[in-house]
T-cell receptor, first 112, second 110 residues
């Protein structure tokens, strides 16, 4: 049973560019949450998608947007990249009756 | 806004020692979780506590949820090098969203 799958694993982008990160949730999960994690710190909540709609959003600018597809997979888009956007981006899935989140291994984004 | 503060932020101990990590908040949470994260990986769920005063044990790890459901602790007995990692608490808010603590980086030296 595959857990949460994220792609790509690593990515290097230039300031001002746009990036799309992808996430496939664990089988049976219908809710996807995205987090940004700086080195050695706790993950910061970006937003959560359920039934193809953004259900909640953390304190992130509009440059961060997302999408959820009918098969529950999700994308995180970041426009006009800044150096400070360099981080590990984690996707977590959950579902009815699930205790807690299942996390993917993350996408390491480096903005240069 | 960081709702959950963990202490200590960094901890380096010898194999065999005991340790306690704290997770504190001014907010009440309906449940609280503890995760462990290794470098290059996503966090892995260790335990969920729901009831105030609840204590759960997972081998050498003991988790406690405060009576007021505002704080929690993780106690590790006889730490081993395999316990090394980033320990994260996460509280479930009224919006049904988990917010993570600041993290505690543990290093167990053989």
């Amino acid at each position: 049973d595959a857990g949460v799958t994220q792609s790509p694993t690593h990515l290097i982008k230039t300031r001002g560019q746009q990036v799309t990160l992808r996430c496939s949730p664990k089988s049976g999960h219908d809710t996807v949450s995205w987090y940004q994690q700086a080195l050695g710190q706790g993950p910061q909540f970006i937003f959560q998608y359920y039934e193809e709609e953004e259900r909640q959003r953390g304190n992130f600018p509009d440059r961060f947007s997302g999408h959820q597809f009918p098969n529950y997979s999700s994308e995180l888009n970041v426009n006009a990249l800044l150096l400070g956007d360099s981080a590990l981006y984690l996707c977590a899935s959950s579902g009815q009756g699930a205790h807690g989140y299942t996390f993917g291994s993350g996408t390491r984004l480096t903005v240069v | 806004t960081q709702l959950l503060e963990q202490s200590p932020q960094f901890l380096s101990i010898q194999e065999g020692e005991n340790l306690t990590v704290y997770c504190n908040s001014s907010s009440v949470f309906s449940s609280l979780q503890w995760y462990r994260q290794e470098p290059g990986e996503g966090p892995v769920l260790l335990v969920t506590v729901v009831t105030g005063g609840e204590v759960k044990k997972l081998k050498r790890l003991t988790f406690q949820f405060g009576d007021a459901r505002k704080d929690s602790s993780l106690h590790i007995t006889a730490a081993q090098p395999g316990d090394t990692g980033l320990y994260l608490c996460a509280g479930l808010n009224t919006g049904n969203q988990f917010y993570f603590g600041t993290g505690t980086s543990l290093t167990v030296i053989p």
